[in-house]
Nanobody, 116 residues
Framework: QVQLVESGRGLAQPGGSLRLSCAAS????????MHWVRQSPGKGLEWVSSINTDGGTTWYADSVKGRFTISRDNDKSTLYLQMNSLKPEDTALYYCLSFVRWAAEWGQGTQVIVSS
């Protein structure tokens, strides 16, 4: 019933930008914190960013601070990740997730490749 579906263009050059979206459904989205996590062969699973229920408070990993911006639109039950000044090390599979009841609910993931 819970669904998280990521989308966004997944290819960019170094220094470029991408915007990821995550459409959430099947639970009270506005009552849950939301998160972005990425997975790569070199670093494994890495937390990227989090946002509170109304979007007024955000957290970022040091590796993306100042370059990425997390936001949400509760009217659309959608989470966003604006990625600027992209680096090759940002290449990864990006997941949105939320902790709903007993489970960590994950999206299917979307591939981001940063390469010249």
């Amino acid at each position: 019933q819970v669904q998280l579906v990521e989308s966004g263009r997944g290819l960019a050059q170094p220094g470029g930008s991408l915007r990821l979206s995550c459409a959430a459904s099947g639970f009270a989205v506005s009552k849950h914190f939301m998160h972005w996590v990425r997975q790569s062969p070199g670093k494994g699973l890495e937390w990227v960013s989090s946002i509170n229920t109304d979007g007024g408070t955000t957290w970022y990993a040091d590796s993306v601070k100042g370059r990425f911006t997390i936001s949400r639109d509760n009217d659309k039950s959608t989470l966003y990740l604006q990625m600027n000044s992209l680096k090759p090390e940002d290449t990864a599979l990006y997941y949105c997730l939320s902790f709903v009841r007993w489970a960590a609910e994950w999206g299917q993931g979307t591939q981001v490749i940063v390469s010249s």
